[in-house]
């Protein structure tokens, strides 16, 4: 038996429209660049994602063609990943997908194909990048296998359901899943190309941006809807099951919550099943999430919150700055509150400023220092902000850059040349500052640093000022028709047909219920 060569590659990043600041090549090779035997090499033993992850997706697919051997043969291409953003520049995502292609063209013959795409990635004059990508990877692989794999932030539109034989989505809110859906989707590819399985696909798009509360699979109200996604897989009635909750600041006319269900061979039951999942969500649209204190509101909580503050630190979440939602993370909003209102509190703070950090990195520890910081990349949400201090240290930590650490009062300002991304302890840790001593621990994610911080963590506040990963900051983007919960939306369906590129006519209305019988 011949063995079946399925290619495997990566290109992802999370964008956020709002965002000035572009993605550029250099962002991808210096933060996650791999091809060929380097990249087999780093999902076989790991770290796949130095820095980031030990075990991603692709280490769960090449763990899939592992369990086959001697009839499967992973063929790695590229693995290119980026911190989360503005838009690719046009350049970049064209390089990008030249060496797709290019890579899968050198390869030979091809059996099937697993793509690892965010599904939430924007590009300068590209409508829909990511679908540019499945089309132009299944023009080289034709026929073959074609299985996808997104964040459940990605975006399914109608013209990657068309190029894809199948997409798989995380069904885990923080994200803990990404090495098992790889391998997920390593099983569809392999079973197709062995003619093991045939997968058939269907899905819902909803004209729906935010609902589900926290969106937080393991509590309500998104609970019931994740365990359903589990227990048909479990009972072998879909290959898989996915519900996509988008990331809200794409700006893709077509945007909204998806489902997307795989068969194998059924198609009645994915459209019925993925059907349901869309039903479920929409009944969950009222659901929005929680309105965030004013910086002054959660400053007066943590000073409120004194034996948690002896115990571990109060962790605040700068909600309109979440550089893991592709904010630039030079906002001083935030900042400037705590310098001036936390007085006392010992707080780690963190600013992405390019400049500042070039021009600290020329002055020795120790010595007094006074400079703008921040309101650099995206002056038009919030103003540098004047500090002065004493330069305590200097590093040069992967994917942040030169990293400079600032003394000003009762502030440590960690000041990033790269993205400033705070979801880890680590990220404090590794510059000297230990999380025990912190009143206050600043952080710009929305989800992951929940697990991280658990350790020292005794009270997460969220805090919003204003920046781009404000939840209504998505509404000034423009959609294909009127978006819940920015407008009045009564049903999804007719939308949903006509993504799907179905008869746009609404659906018709239910028949009249029974004649009650006449009883004598
Ligand atoms: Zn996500």
């Given at each position: 038996?011949?063995?079946?060569?399925?290619?495997?590659?990566?290109?992802?990043?999370?964008?956020?429209?709002?965002?000035?600041?572009?993605?550029?090549?250099?962002?991808?090779?210096?933060?996650?660049?791999?091809?060929?035997?380097?990249?087999?090499?780093?999902?076989?033993?790991?770290?796949?994602?130095?820095?980031?992850?030990?075990?991603?997706?692709?280490?769960?697919?090449?763990?899939?063609?592992?369990?086959?051997?001697?009839?499967?043969?992973?063929?790695?291409?590229?693995?290119?990943?980026?911190?989360?953003?503005?838009?690719?520049?046009?350049?970049?995502?064209?390089?990008?997908?030249?060496?797709?292609?290019?890579?899968?063209?050198?390869?030979?013959?091809?059996?099937?194909?697993?793509?690892?795409?965010?599904g939430a990635?924007?590009?300068?004059?590209?409508a829909d990048?990511e679908s540019?990508?499945?089309?132009?990877?299944?023009?080289?692989?034709?026929?073959?296998?074609?299985?996808?794999?997104h964040?459940?932030?990605g975006n399914v539109t109608r013209a990657r359901a068309a190029a894809a034989?199948?997409i798989?989505?995380?069904?885990?809110?923080?994200?803990?899943?990404?090495?098992?859906?790889?391998?997920?989707?390593?099983?569809?590819?392999?079973?197709?190309?062995?003619?093991?399985?045939?997968?058939?696909m269907a899905w819902r798009t909803l004209p729906l941006l935010?609902?589900?509360?926290?969106?937080?699979?393991?509590?309500?109200?998104?609970?019931?809807?994740?365990?359903?996604?589990?227990?048909?897989?479990?009972?072998?009635?879909?290959?898989?099951?996915?519900t996509l909750m988008v990331?809200?600041?794409n700006d893709d006319p077509a945007l909204g919550w998806s489902t997307v269900v795989?068969?194998?061979?059924?198609?009645?039951?994915?459209e019925?099943?993925a059907d349901?999942l869309a039903e479920?969500c929409w009944?969950?649209r009222?659901?929005?999430?929680?309105?965030?204190?004013?910086?002054?509101?959660?400053?007066?909580?943590?000073?409120?919150?004194?034996?948690?503050?002896?115990?571990?630190?109060?962790?605040?979440?700068?909600?309109?700055?979440?550089?893991?939602?592709?904010?630039?993370?030079?906002?001083?909003?935030?900042?400037?509150?705590?310098?001036?209102?936390?007085?006392?509190?010992?707080?780690?703070?963190?600013?992405?400023?390019?400049?500042?950090?070039?021009?600290?990195?020329?002055?020795?520890?120790?010595?007094?220092?006074?400079?703008?910081?921040?309101?650099?990349?995206?002056?038009?949400?919030?103003?540098?902000?004047?500090?002065?201090?004493?330069?305590?240290?200097?590093?040069?930590?992967?994917?942040?850059?030169?990293?400079?650490?600032?003394?000003?009062?009762?502030?440590?300002?960690?000041?990033?040349?790269?993205?400033?991304?705070?979801?880890?302890?680590?990220?404090?840790?590794?510059?000297?500052?230990?999380?025990?001593?912190?009143?206050?621990?600043?952080?710009?994610?929305?989800?992951?640093?929940?697990?991280?911080?658990?350790?020292?963590?005794?009270?997460?506040?969220?805090?919003?000022?204003?920046?781009?990963?404000?939840?209504?900051?998505?509404?000034?983007l423009r959609f294909d028709g009127p978006m819940h919960?920015?407008d009045?939306v009564d049903d999804w369906r007719a939308r949903d047909r006509l993504r799907r590129g179905l008869d746009p006519r609404p659906p018709?209305?239910?028949?009249?219920?029974?004649?009650?019988?006449?009883?004598?």
């Amino acid at each position: 038996m011949t063995v079946k060569r399925i290619a495997f590659a990566r290109i992802a990043q999370e964008t956020n429209a709002l965002s000035p600041v572009p993605t550029t090549l250099a962002d991808f090779e210096g933060a996650h660049y791999r091809e060929g035997a380097d990249l087999l090499a780093a999902a076989s033993r790991g770290p796949e994602v130095p820095g980031f992850f030990r075990r991603a997706e692709l280490a769960g697919f090449v763990r899939a063609a592992r369990d086959r051997r001697g009839e499967i043969e992973p063929v790695p291409i590229l693995s290119a990943w980026a911190a989360s953003g503005g838009p690719l520049d046009r350049g970049c995502f064209e390089a990008l997908e030249a060496r797709l292609v290019e890579g899968l063209r050198r390869a030979g013959r091809l059996d099937g194909l697993y793509l690892c795409l965010h599904g939430a990635m924007g590009a300068h004059g590209v409508a829909d990048p990511e679908s540019r990508l499945v089309r132009s990877a299944r023009a080289v692989i034709g026929g073959a296998p074609l299985v996808v794999s997104h964040d459940l932030h990605g975006n399914v539109t109608r013209a990657r359901a068309a190029a894809a034989d199948a997409i798989v989505a995380y069904q885990t809110n923080p994200h803990r899943d990404h090495a098992r859906i790889g391998r997920k989707a390593g099983r569809i590819a392999i079973g197709a190309a062995l003619g093991e399985l045939r997968p058939v696909m269907a899905w819902r798009t909803l004209p729906l941006l935010l609902g589900g509360g926290s969106t937080i699979d393991f509590l309500a109200p998104m609970r019931a809807v994740f365990r359903r996604m589990h227990r048909v897989e479990r009972r072998g009635e879909a290959l898989a099951a996915s519900t996509l909750m988008v990331h809200p600041w794409n700006d893709d006319p077509a945007l909204g919550w998806s489902t997307v269900v795989v068969t194998d061979g059924d198609p009645g039951a994915a459209e019925r099943i993925a059907d349901e999942l869309a039903e479920l969500c929409w009944e969950r649209r009222h659901d929005q999430p929680p309105a965030f204190p004013t910086a002054s509101e959660a400053i007066a909580e943590a000073r409120a919150a004194r034996i948690r503050r002896k115990l571990g630190c109060v962790t605040m979440a700068d909600a309109s700055d979440v550089v893991t939602a592709g904010a630039p993370g030079d906002s001083t909003h935030l900042l400037r509150a705590l310098l001036e209102q936390a007085t006392g509190l010992l707080t780690y703070c963190a600013v992405r400023d390019p400049d500042a950090a070039r021009s600290l990195w020329e002055r020795a520890p120790g010595e007094r220092v006074a400079l703008p910081l921040g309101g650099t990349l995206d002056p038009a949400r919030s103003p540098p902000l004047p500090v002065a201090g004493t330069l305590v240290s200097k590093h040069a930590q992967h994917g942040f850059g030169k990293t400079c650490v600032l003394a000003v009062e009762h502030l440590r300002i960690v000041v990033t040349e790269g993205p400033s991304m705070v979801m880890r302890p680590s990220f404090y840790r590794d510059v000297g500052l230990s999380l025990w001593k912190a009143d206050i621990a600043v952080v710009k994610n929305f989800f992951p640093f929940l697990m991280f911080f658990l350790p020292y963590n005794r009270k997460t506040i969220f805090v919003r000022t204003h920046g781009v990963t404000d939840f209504d900051a998505a509404f000034q983007l423009r959609f294909d028709g009127p978006m819940h919960p920015r407008d009045a939306v009564d049903d999804w369906r007719a939308r949903d047909r006509l993504r799907r590129g179905l008869d746009p006519r609404p659906p018709a209305p239910p028949a009249p219920p029974p004649r009650p019988a006449v009883s004598v």
